[in-house]
């Protein structure tokens, strides 16, 4: 009889062991999720909330011929996740147009902006091309100039 009082009291202790162990990881983890600044899990809700955003505004945004070689994409980086709005603009103005539009939104997401100027011709390279033809950049579809003007101009 000794000998079976002394394995429940072993395998008791080692149940309080295991649950002590188990709390303490879960401890662990809470705070990891919950407490610090960034971590994976925050980084892809960001990022989620950035894919949201741009499948719910991208299409109204680029109805805008200037906006074309604009790109949109859910990005690490930032505090912890962002929308990422790279590309090229024309002009400065067209530049702060974007930062307007998309500020007047109101994203529940950072965005950072990485705008560019460029000439005409580069711009219009950067343009994808179903884009272009949409737009008729650089020539419309009867030849005549497109909202940029006469390219031989350029």
Not at 2 to 19: E, H, I, K, Q
Not at 63 to 82: D, M, V
Not at 134 to 141: A, C, R, V
Request: net charge neutral; proline share 6%; hydrophobic share 40%.
């Amino acid at each position: 009889m000794d000998r079976t009082w002394r394995n429940r009291r072993g395998s008791s202790g080692r149940l309080v062991f295991y649950a002590i162990a188990l709390l303490g990881i879960a401890g662990v983890v809470g705070y990891f999720v919950w407490f610090t600044p960034c971590n994976s899990v925050k980084q892809a809700a960001a990022m989620s909330r950035a894919q949201a955003y741009i499948e719910a505004h991208q299409a109204a945004f680029f109805k805008e011929w200037k906006f074309g070689a604009i790109l949109w994409q859910p990005h690490t980086g930032g505090r912890c996740g962002c929308l990422l709005v790279s590309g090229l603009v024309l002009e400065e103005a067209d530049a702060d147009a974007v930062k307007a539009t998309i500020a007047a939104t109101s994203p529940d997401v950072e965005v950072i902006y990485q705008l560019e100027t460029a000439d005409k011709r580069t711009w219009v390279e950067s343009v994808p091309p179903e884009r272009r033809e949409e737009f008729g950049l650089p020539l419309k579809k009867d030849g005549s100039p497109g909202p940029l003007g006469d390219p031989a101009t350029w």
